[in-house]
């Protein structure tokens, strides 16, 4: 369950797009099934300035809270409402309606920095 068409960070986050405009960002299949059914969800206020790997906020589930991380830097430019009132959306489709932020980057290129679905597979089945 990892997507070709997106790029992967080793704390198991998710980016989607190219750069050129905004990309989305959520958790992978991998991390929502290890954290278990979530429960709540904090995301950073949209205009928030972000770096590579600071906390985005924190996923709560009924076995632990766990830190979002940024994958890239740039400016929060838009935050998924709807997980304010349906954590579980990450549980059941972390890929597609879980997403959580999007993000305008700093810099279009920093996502060839990411993991490719090949070596994010290595990593998680090593």
Known sequence: MIPEDLRYTSEHEW???????????????????ALGDIVYVQLPEEGTAVRTGDSLGEIESTKSVSEIYAPISGTIVSRNATLADEPELINAEPYAAGWLVEIAPEDPDSLQGLLDAAAYRSLTEG
């Open 15 to 33: 980016v989607a797009g190219d750069g050129s405009g905004p990309v989305r960002v959520g958790i992978t299949h991998f991390a929502q099934d």
